[in-house]
């Protein structure tokens, strides 16, 4: 099943996408719904940033090759993490498929992708097992985990670096029939592959952080856990388009402006 | 004004407290609100935490003394962070006033308060000057940045060492009326004086943090920014109570427990 947040009547709305048709319905995919009589063209529809979390959880360096590429650039020896240390990044910063990454004036040219595979916590979990650790997942979307790498090196917290405003889109929907093992990672940019990688190809998988995280902390409906990025991203600037697309789920695509252009 | 959350009828909801008695509105302080005619005795109702922000900041180091007692147990040179870089807490540790902290089972004993000054947004804003920043604060609450200190060091990011379920208190209300100039910070451990500051002796100050947080992102209503803490704090064991009292604010006390005693 593949659910949309989109904008109906200026209110932010769920609906079930079934080819091109977008049924809406009364409640949401968390908390519970029933489908109304209300059709639409998925063509008409706005897409919004399928949810808003409570908690906006990241893994950060999570696949092999990009923790030996992150390394090079800072001259240090490539060391994959020991464990599943989860991160944080922060709402402010979401938008929607579609809409405009515009990166800072004052940002200096190394501002980069990061194509990310995203799940979707559809249930109040604690203590779970790895066996258990995927039953309380609703569903799969896609992040770009947007980085201004001089901010990166330089600040204290990743605060501008990974949370200027616009910079971590997120979507295009929720899909709830995914097969992680098959899935593949594409980033295209202006229609050119750039990267790509087997999404599941992690240093710690999906149920071992869930199941990690949820020794210390609660996970809530509508929570969004980001499961990091493999190889070495490409530049962005001011007129690119950078699409992401996860076999399975769909592409997440945004024009990049600059800010003052 | 000093402004509570609380739960009326299962649900959450806005007052306004004078005196001893709280009048509940219709609204909340950031959207808009009028009074109702319901008033009850403060002693009578449940205190939530007085909001869940969209964004939750944290300051971090941010107070002199703090600093370079971090630094001395870390063995290095003290250096005071030399611009005003934002971190982030996680909405899933929140507590009220009131609620038990609880220490996960295999904490170590390093588990330790930080006493802080939390302002709460007001208004949507972005590039603030920082003559213009305090315009966008609401009020001001009081916030207790629980820390365990061996993950704080063995972990590759703060999510377990400061952010396990209940290691954030944060209320008891917001205070609109403050003067920040004039308060002092305190904190009680069972009764006992184990800390006192004056709340002012940031290193970097609210407006400056606020100005510099908004040339890059939007501060939205209902977003926390914790300030940081001064001194060095004890350690806090099953059975202790911790009180943090800022002067023309109140007093946020919590009592301390570990899990499965």
Chains 1, 2 share one sequence.
């Not at 029933?34 to 063509?43: H, I, Q, V």
């Not at 001011?238 to 003052?260: K, Q, Y």
């Amino acid at each position: 099943m593949r659910w949309i947040r989109y904008e109906a009547n200026g209110q932010p709305v769920y609906g079930i996408v079934e080819g091109d048709t977008v049924t809406e319905v009364r409640g949401d995919p968390f908390a519970g719904y029933e489908k109304t009589a209300t059709r639409r063209p998925l063509s008409s529809v706005k897409l919004l940033v399928p949810v808003i979390p409570k908690t906006f959880y990241a893994a950060g360096l999570n696949y092999p090759e990009h923790v030996t590429e992150a390394a090079k650039k800072l001259g240090r020896e490539p060391e994959l993490p020991p464990y599943a240390d989860i991160g944080y990044r922060a709402n402010n910063a979401l938008i929607a498929h579609g809409e405009n990454i515009v990166i800072p004036k004052d940002a200096g040219e190394l501002v980069q992708y990061e194509a990310e595979l995203v799940a979707v916590i559809g249930k109040q979990a604690k203590y779970l097992s790895e066996n258990d650790a995927l039953s309380v997942v609703l569903g799969w979307t896609i992040g770009n985990d947007m980085s201004e790498r001089t901010w990166q090196r330089s600040d204290r917290t990743l605060w501008r670096a990974k949370n200027s405003d616009t910079f971590k889109p997120m979507g295009p929907w929720i899909e709830t029939d995914f097969d992680l093992d098959k899935a593949e990672t594409t980033v295209k940019v202006n229609g050119d592959i750039a990267d790509h990688f087997r999404t599941n190809n992690m240093v710690h998988g999906v149920a071992k952080f869930l199941s990690r995280m949820s020794q210390y902390l609660t996970l809530y409906p509508g929570d969004v856990v980001w499961m990091g990025t493999d190889g070495w991203p490409r530049n962005l600037k001011h007129g690119d388009t950078v699409e992401i697309e996860i076999t399975g789920i769909g592409t997440l695509s945004n024009p990049v402006v600059r800010e003052g252009r």
